[in-house]
Each structure stands twice: as structure tokens, then as C-alpha cells.
């Protein structure tokens, strides 16, 4: 993204696709609130 941020080897990661998280590009689970499916 540009922004510097670091994602760690043994972490696991998710990349959000509904568009609504807050911490885009990763998920924070908003997708659960809105209703996304996909």
C-alpha cells in the first residue's frame, strides 16, 4: 500500500473485500456488519 506497514511471517493476514474496513487493506471484520458475502 505504500504506507510502510510490516505484516509478520507467522502472523496470519487477511485482506478485506468488502470495501468497509478501517484498516484497509487488511479486514477488521466490518464485513460481518454489513452483510458482505463473497
Do not use: Y
Request: aromatic share 8%.
Amino acid at each position: 500500500t505504500g504506507t510502510g506497514h510490516t505484516v509478520g511471517r507467522t502472523q496470519r493476514t487477511f485482506l478485506c473485500r468488502c470495501c468497509h474496513s478501517a484498516n484497509k487493506p487488511f479486514c477488521d471484520g466490518t464485513h460481518k456488519k454489513v452483510g458482505f458475502v463473497g
